[in-house]
């Protein structure tokens, strides 16, 4: 379904630009057929239909940057509307632009940027992964402490065995004698 609205957008957004320059080349060649086409329409005919087919994209593929784009692109049109002092053709482009900018944050949402990381699956908070390292951390010091245990263990047998040995030795010395 994405990929045929996307076909089709992308054949609307063609057949505008080929439009607009169409009645541009016109106006400029023929001599009182398109006499009313001035070519700052184009910039109305371009921008202000990519500027529409960028919001319906952006209503199909739920991409907050289509929306952005599509009411960026009609920025140019009202500054040309009101340079050009055509503010018929620039205020329905103030209200798509409105609207744009309301269906953009009503369709999708305002999220914080790091929202996606909080609603993933696992994700631990500060407190919790500071509760994570001190636990981590808490259980380390209780096996070096063991392991010290261990070692004075050891040396403690070691010594009594060296000890045992030695008066065994001893003791067979005396009996030999």
Do not use: H
Request: proline share 2%.
């Amino acid at each position: 379904m994405k990929k045929m609205v996307k076909y089709l957008l992308g054949v609307v957004l063609a057949a505008a630009a080929v439009f607009a320059v169409l009645l541009w080349v016109l106006s400029m060649t023929v001599e009182g057929t398109f006499d009313w086409f001035k070519p700052y329409y184009m910039v109305y005919i371009i921008c202000g239909v990519f500027g529409i087919v960028s919001l319906v994209y952006m209503i199909f593929a739920r991409k907050r940057m289509w929306g952005y784009l599509g009411v960026l692109l009609f920025v140019p049109v009202i500054i040309v509307g009101f340079v050009k002092n055509d503010l018929p053709m620039a205020i329905p482009f103030i209200v798509l632009l409105v609207a744009g900018l309301f269906l953009t944050f009503a369709l999708l949402g305002i999220k914080k940027w790091d929202a996606g990381d909080n609603q993933k699956a696992g994700y631990k908070t500060y407190a919790q992964r500071k509760a994570e390292e001190q636990e981590k951390l808490e259980k380390e010091q209780k096996a070096m402490e063991k392991n010290k245990q261990r070692e004075k263990d050891l040396a403690v047998q070691k010594a009594m065995a060296e000890a045992a040995q030695k008066a065994e030795a001893e003791f067979e010395a005396k009996n030999k004698k």
